[in-house]
């Protein structure tokens, strides 16, 4: 996959790691600490990711900083 870059990236606060770190605000802010938090993915999504990068996405995530913290449960549907 090939991606092109439409608009030179300038520096300001509304992309890249500043979304990744309000998503993760949101989903602290949701979700107790001691609890887990569920976010259902597609089976179309995981299937893509298995076939773009030859893993499953549980396998990728398990080498990640996120594997601990991560419990996969893929559902048809």
């Known amino acids: 996959m090939e991606v092109k870059e439409l608009c030179k990236a300038n520096g300001g606060a509304w992309g890249g790691t500043k979304v990744d770190e309000a998503f993760k605000c949101f989903i602290n802010d949701i979700a107790d600490k001691d609890s887990k938090t569920i976010i259902p993915l597609p089976q179309s999504l995981c299937t893509l990711i298995e076939k773009r990068q030859g893993r499953a996405l549980c396998d ?3 080498n990640t900083y996120y594997a601990s913290s ?6 048809e549907g």
């Open 70 to 75: 991560f419990l996969a449960d893929v559902r």
């Open 60 to 62: 990728l995530i398990k």
